[in-house]
């Protein structure tokens, strides 16, 4: 989205210059548009614990549904934003069929990027054989 937003404020043709699935913030921060809903995906190849963050992907939906896949040893979670913020109670148990749509979802594509999402630094580097497992690659 960031990319697309400063596309945009150069006045250069988004689509001419970028094939990704980000969008321009402008109307929404100038002009009070409502982001559309969407799907949104994030990917995190390492653990930096002291910042509370595990090797992972992410997806959430556009009914505020989280589910996020570790690519450590963590069983996956899945949270309900819209009623949870504070992500305090794990659903995975009580909605497996919500958490294996967005399995499906979010390993399918991370998959069909893996090959230029950035990899695992040195010290993490024996998480990427987990993460090929994790994504079935």
Known sequence: DIFSTVLQLAEINVKDHY???GISLLPHLIDG??????????YFPEDRLSWGQRASTVILDKKDMK????FGDYEPELFDLKNDQSE????????PEIAKELHKK?????????????PPLRE????KENIEV???N
């Open 19 to 21: 094939d990704g699935e």
């Open 33 to 42: 548009e409502k982001m559309p809903k969407r799907d949104f995906y994030w």
């Open 67 to 70: 589910y996020h896949l570790f």
């Open 88 to 95: 305090n109670k794990n659903l995975i148990t009580t909605h």
């Open 106 to 118: 979010i390993t399918s594509k991370v998959r069909a990027n893996y090959n230029i999402l950035p």
């Open 124 to 127: 993490f580097a024996h998480l």
């Open 134 to 136: 994790k994504i079935g």
